[in-house]
């Protein structure tokens, strides 16, 4: 609870708005801290709801008195200032935080950064590997900016780039670009120049496309990383001494495109996703960084159709972001050509042809005025089917199928693309995963349709390209423990059959269990159900019994334990007091055993049941049947046990065969009477036995 400081608040006037209270309150908390606060700090200032805070919030946003970065939950900040090449910098705020991802997929690289920058003495140079467009320049921005913030260099130093492909039919010319030169080094060397180590001189130097750094120059410059001096072209007794700070950037792999001696002196790599490779939420954040800076460019409110903003986040973009950038330009400058001369205070962005945007389609209003790079509004509007922890907690708490299935496909097709679900449709994985399914079928009895089939093939690829840092297992646990025990029994038997067919090496998927359970929670009978177990010996034969008894009956009645020869009655005995560990089991327990000692059997697990227990020897599919239509029926355990006496006994008849020697059979297709004739007129002649 906050302790407000006394009388501050009494001179604030009658006419002072909630949304202004709200600002004052802030602006007394916060005004020193550098950390800003979340919409859950705010509120205990005023006695309204987290969501009607919220909206003040943004509110106080789009006026320009307070800003807000990209985290979860969203941190909101008072003062900011502007820095040089136009972002938005905190007063004492980490620069890092305008690098969308800096607290998501991007962390470890970002962290990688600070660490190279704070390292003593001169910090360790820095190599930023990845395709064209997904950010390496600006991060060398942000790199030599957190330096300056941190007094690591000086505040007026800059950070001096070159482009090496500029150079690389010439690497004589960057040469003498980087080290200087002297008067007569060459033709037309008419005086001495200074190079780009000398103005990098206590500050960053940023060599871009360094793959196209001539063997040379890689030569030369390593020598200076070395030694720390250097020499002009044209000369080589005058050593120059400078203090520099490297940082390169390549879109190739450094292993072959740069040599071994100087790719050692670079401890420092970090790879850059393409934007398709990004998680949704960054995705939606960058589109609406791009949004803002176009509407203050225009100074314009932009209304961006949730159709258009759909297409725009899945899709792969050969230039990533840097294309990305360009594309939503050109969709703002068609808008702005054709929509200029109405009288509307916003442009529309939409799928429709420029100059007729849609009127029914919904759009999303993007302020000019915000923080670029926070995930507000359009995290709000799409963060409901594009947010994979809250749509699996979700289901979880409801068990809503259908609605699932609908937005676990969005998802997983705005968050992967085309990759998993049209790709993966016909690869190793989903031929693997469906066999599994069918298995499944096969061992519980329950009808796996085409629709269930697809929601599994769903969870099971949300399971598998599910962040390990973004998995809250125990979450979804609790959310669905309300569901039957007996429908997480199948979830067991759905994991271990994925991670038999499925996952050569099985992985963890602490996601899949607790979905599974919910998925399955109306194809299973309540748990007021007695618990039948079949155990025998035999690498399927406890399956095959099981399984043929829960298919006849309609139901998963039947629980089957395959066991190796090798294991004698103790081991059964340990194996099934493990899985009564696991469940709960009230109503009773039948354990079904094709051989070992009943009474030992009976003795060591009774003393880990509480409830009734019934031990049977000589499992049959017959016995089994009979057992899971008993169950299915909801006897109880006293009905069972009353008629299953002398039910099982050994019948045996012995039937003789015929008498040895030649025989004659006479048969006819009319009928035995004249089968009978024939026999009477052959006997007449035929001194042996006839059989008619």
Same mark, same amino acid.
């Given at each position: 609870?906050f302790?407000?400081?006394?009388?501050?608040?009494?001179?604030?006037?009658?006419?002072?708005?909630?949304?202004?209270?709200l600002l004052?309150?802030? =602006?007394?908390?916060?005004?020193?801290?550098?950390?800003?606060?979340?919409a859950?700090?705010?509120?205990?200032?005023?006695?309204?709801?987290?969501?009607?805070?919220s909206?003040?919030?943004?509110?106080?946003c789009?006026?320009?008195?307070?800003?807000?970065?990209?985290?979860?939950?969203?941190?909101?900040?008072?003062?900011?200032?502007?820095?040089?090449?136009?972002?938005?910098?905190?007063?004492?705020?980490d620069p890092?935080?305008?690098?969308?991802?800096?607290?998501?997929?991007?962390?470890?690289?970002?962290? *990688?950064?600070?660490?190279?920058?704070?390292?003593p003495q001169?910090?360790?140079?820095?190599?930023?590997?990845?395709?064209?467009?997904?950010?390496?320049s600006?991060?060398?921005?942000?790199?030599?900016?957190?330096?300056v913030?941190?007094?690591?260099?000086?505040?007026?130093?800059?950070?001096?780039?070159?482009?090496?492909?500029?150079?690389?039919?010439?690497?004589?010319l960057?040469?003498?670009?980087?080290?200087?030169?002297?008067?007569?080094a060459?033709?037309?060397?008419?005086?001495?120049?200074?190079?780009?180590?000398?103005?990098?001189?206590?500050?960053?130097?940023? /060599?871009d496309?360094?793959?196209?750094?001539?063997?040379?120059?890689?030569?030369?410059?390593?020598?200076?990383?070395?030694?720390?001096?250097?020499?002009?072209?044209?000369d080589?007794?005058?050593?120059?001494?400078?203090?520099?700070?490297?940082?390169?950037?390549? =879109?190739?792999?450094?292993d072959?495109?740069?040599l071994?001696t100087?790719?050692?002196?670079?401890?420092?790599?970090?790879?850059?996703?393409?934007?398709?490779?990004?998680p949704?939420?960054?995705? +939606?954040?960058?589109?609406?960084?791009?949004?803002?800076?176009?509407a203050?460019?225009?100074k314009?409110e932009?209304?961006?159709?949730?159709?258009?903003?759909?297409?725009?986040?899945?899709?792969?973009?050969r230039?990533?972001?840097?294309?990305?950038?360009?594309?939503?330009? +050109?969709?703002?400058?068609?808008?702005?050509?054709?929509?200029?001369?109405l009288?509307?205070?916003?442009?529309?962005?939409?799928?429709?042809?420029?100059?007729?945007?849609?009127?029914?389609?919904e759009r /999303?209003?993007?302020?000019?005025?915000?923080?670029?790079?926070?995930?507000?509004?359009?995290?709000?509007?799409?963060?409901?089917?594009?947010?994979?922890?809250h749509?699996?907690l979700?289901?979880?708490?409801s068990?809503?199928v259908?609605l699932?299935?609908?937005?676990?496909?969005?998802?997983l %097709?705005?968050s992967?693309?085309?990759?998993?679900?049209?790709?993966?449709?016909?690869?190793?994985?989903?031929?693997?995963?469906q066999?599994?399914?069918?298995?499944l079928?096969?061992?519980?009895g329950?009808e796996?349709?085409?629709?269930?089939r697809?929601?599994?093939?769903?969870c099971? *690829?949300?399971?598998?390209?599910?962040?390990?840092?973004?998995?809250?297992?125990?979450?979804l646990?609790?959310?669905?423990?309300?569901?039957?025990?007996?429908?997480?029994?199948?979830?067991?038997?759905?994991?271990?059959?994925?991670?038999? !067919?499925?996952?050569?090496?099985?992985?963890?998927?602490?996601?899949?269990?607790?979905?599974?359970? =919910?998925?399955?929670h %109306?194809?299973?009978?309540?748990?007021?159900?007695?618990q039948g177990?079949?155990?025998?010996?035999?690498?399927a034969?406890?399956?095959?019994?099981?399984?043929?008894?829960?298919?006849?009956?309609?139901?998963?009645?039947?629980?089957?334990?395959?066991?190796?020869?090798s294991?004698?009655?103790?081991?059964i005995?340990?194996?099934?007091?493990?899985?009564l560990?696991?469940?709960?089991?009230?109503?009773?327990?039948?354990?079904?055993?094709?051989?070992?000692?009943?009474?030992?059997?009976?003795?060591?697990i009774?003393?880990?049941? %509480?409830?009734?227990?019934?031990?049977?020897?000589?499992?049959?599919?017959?016995?089994?049947?009979?057992?899971a239509?008993?169950?299915?029926?909801?006897?109880?355990?006293?009905?069972?046990?009353?008629?299953?006496?002398?039910?099982?006994e050994?019948?045996?008849?012995?039937? !003789?065969?015929?008498?040895?020697?030649?025989?004659?059979?006479?048969?006819?297709?009319?009928?035995?009477? +004249?089968?009978?004739?024939?026999?009477?007129?052959? !006997?007449?002649?035929?001194?042996?036995?006839?059989?008619?």
């Amino acid at each position: 609870m906050f302790n407000f400081p006394p009388c501050h608040y009494l001179d604030r006037g009658p006419t002072m708005t909630a949304k202004d209270n709200l600002l004052y309150k802030i =602006t007394t908390l916060y005004a020193s801290h550098d950390a800003g606060f979340t919409a859950q700090d705010c509120e205990a200032l005023m006695a309204v709801s987290r969501s009607v805070i919220s909206h003040y919030l943004n509110r106080l946003c789009d006026e320009g008195k307070l800003t807000k970065q990209n985290t979860r939950p969203v941190r909101f900040f008072l003062a900011s200032n502007t820095d040089a090449t136009g972002a938005t910098i905190h007063a004492g705020h980490d620069p890092f935080s305008l690098f969308i991802g800096a607290d998501g997929s991007l962390q470890p690289q970002v962290e *990688l950064c600070r660490a190279a920058v704070n390292y003593p003495q001169d910090g360790l140079a820095l190599l930023m590997v990845g395709e064209s467009g997904v950010g390496k320049s600006y991060l060398a921005h942000l790199i030599h900016q957190y330096a300056v913030e941190k007094a690591i260099i000086a505040a007026g130093s800059q950070l001096v780039d070159v482009n090496c492909a500029d150079y690389a039919n010439n690497p004589e010319l960057l040469s003498g670009a980087l080290f200087g030169y002297i008067r007569g080094a060459f033709t037309g060397a008419d005086r001495e120049k200074t190079g780009l180590l000398d103005h990098a001189d206590g500050s960053f130097l940023f /060599l871009d496309e360094v793959h196209r750094l001539s063997a040379e120059n890689q030569e030369k410059l390593f020598l200076f990383m070395d030694k720390g001096y250097f020499y002009r072209l044209g000369d080589s007794r005058t050593r120059r001494y400078a203090n520099v700070r490297f940082l390169f950037a390549t =879109t190739e792999g450094s292993d072959d495109a740069l040599l071994t001696t100087f790719r050692r002196r670079i401890p420092c790599r970090v790879e850059l996703p393409a934007f398709s490779a990004r998680p949704v939420a960054e995705r +939606v954040a960058l589109i609406e960084a791009f949004l803002q800076q176009e509407a203050s460019r225009l100074k314009r409110e932009i209304q961006v159709e949730v159709a258009l903003m759909q297409q725009l986040i899945p899709t792969p973009v050969r230039g990533n972001v840097g294309e990305l950038k360009n594309r939503i330009k +050109v969709l703002c400058a068609g808008a702005w050509s054709q929509q200029k001369a109405l009288e509307q205070p916003y442009l529309i962005l939409s799928l429709s042809a420029p100059g007729h945007p849609a009127a029914a389609g919904e759009r /999303l209003p993007i302020s000019p005025a915000g923080q670029p790079g926070s995930l507000s509004l359009l995290g709000q509007r799409l963060g409901g089917w594009l947010n994979e922890e809250h749509l699996l907690l979700e289901f979880c708490q409801s068990a809503n199928v259908p609605l699932f299935t609908r937005k676990l496909e969005r998802w997983l %097709h705005y968050s992967q693309s085309d990759l998993l679900l049209d790709r993966s449709r016909h690869g190793y994985l989903w031929k693997k995963s469906q066999y599994a399914f069918s298995r499944l079928a096969d061992l519980t009895g329950i009808e796996i349709n085409p629709a269930l089939r697809n929601t599994l093939w769903l969870c099971l *690829l949300c399971a598998l390209h599910a962040q390990p840092g973004q998995q809250h297992p125990d979450e979804l646990a609790a959310a669905s423990a309300w569901t039957s025990q007996r429908a997480l029994m199948v979830a067991d038997e759905c994991l271990a059959l994925i991670h038999a !067919e499925v996952t050569p090496q099985p992985q963890p998927l602490p996601l899949l269990r607790p979905v599974i359970r =919910t998925l399955f929670h %109306h194809h299973v009978e309540p748990d007021q159900l007695i618990q039948g177990v079949i155990v025998s010996h035999g690498s399927a034969t406890a399956s095959s019994i099981a399984g043929t008894a829960n298919k006849l009956v309609g139901g998963y009645y039947l629980k089957a334990f395959d066991m190796p020869f090798s294991v004698d009655t103790q081991g059964i005995i340990e194996m099934l007091i493990r899985h009564l560990d696991s469940i709960q089991h009230g109503s009773g327990l039948i354990i079904l055993v094709d051989m070992g000692s009943l009474n030992e059997i009976y003795r060591e697990i009774k003393l880990h049941l %509480h409830s009734d227990l019934l031990v049977m020897n000589n499992v049959s599919t017959s016995m089994a049947l009979d057992i899971a239509s008993k169950i299915q029926h909801r006897l109880s355990m006293p009905e069972i046990v009353d008629s299953i006496k002398g039910a099982y006994e050994v019948e045996a008849r012995y039937y !003789e065969g015929m008498i040895r020697g030649n025989k004659i059979v006479i048969s006819c297709i009319s009928g035995a009477g +004249v089968s009978a004739k024939l026999k009477d007129i052959l !006997e007449r002649y035929l001194v042996m036995p006839l059989i008619g």
